[in-house]
């Protein structure tokens, strides 16, 4: 397995590669990356390419081949975020019903373990009120990802991700800080 750290404009972002596959895009640090080389390969600079279009607005889907490895049920609710159409968003509960499960929060706890953020964009479930639900990135970056795709498909302004980033900076453990700076 093989682990790459990117400073993407949205913050520090985490590819792994698994067999040919990305099996992993994390926002924060993840203990599934003991064990991982640090490298660039071909593949995951195929990834770190489309995901830096998909946050400069010039990408609106992935093409990278990626490993969902979780439960039948995880499975089930992240290849139906997967179809969620750019700058939509559903509920929990629209996705609990297009799978024929009951909970809309056994699929926020699903999407919560989503392997892949932005490639499976978890970003764009949100509460039955249309309220921002638990986000691993935090809620102000998947508010900026929400807005970057309204403005995106809308032609309007966006702010970008400069608050966001300092958010993000601020929530990592002295240790997490430490280990960026090198």
């Not at 995880?74 to 609990?96: L, M």
């Not at 964009?121 to 990802?145: F, I, N």
């Amino acid at each position: 397995m093989y682990i790459y750290r990117y400073r993407s404009v949205a913050g520090p972002l985490w590819f792994l590669e698994k067999d040919g596959v990305i099996c992993g895009l994390y926002l924060r640090p993840n203990t599934c990356f003991n064990g991982a080389q640090p490298a660039c390969t071909p593949l995951i600079q195929q990834a770190v390419e489309q995901v830096a279009d998909y946050l400069a607005g010039r990408r609106y889907n992935f093409s990278v081949p990626i490993l969902l490895e979780g439960t039948r049920f995880q499975k089930k609710v992240w290849q139906t975020v997967a179809a969620i159409p750019y700058g939509r968003r559903y509920t929990y509960a629209q996705v609990a019903q297009m799978i024929g499960s009951r909970s809309p929060r056994a699929v926020g706890a699903a999407n919560g373990q989503n392997p892949v953020s932005l490639i499976v964009p978890c970003h764009r479930l949100v509460g039955t009120a249309g309220d921002l639900r638990g986000y691993a990135g935090g809620l102000p970056m998947k508010q900026a990802l929400l807005d970057m795709e309204q403005a995106v498909l809308h032609g309007g302004s966006w702010g970008g991700f400069d608050a966001v980033c300092r958010q993000r900076w601020d929530q990592l453990t002295a240790v997490e800080q430490e280990q960026l700076q090198k």
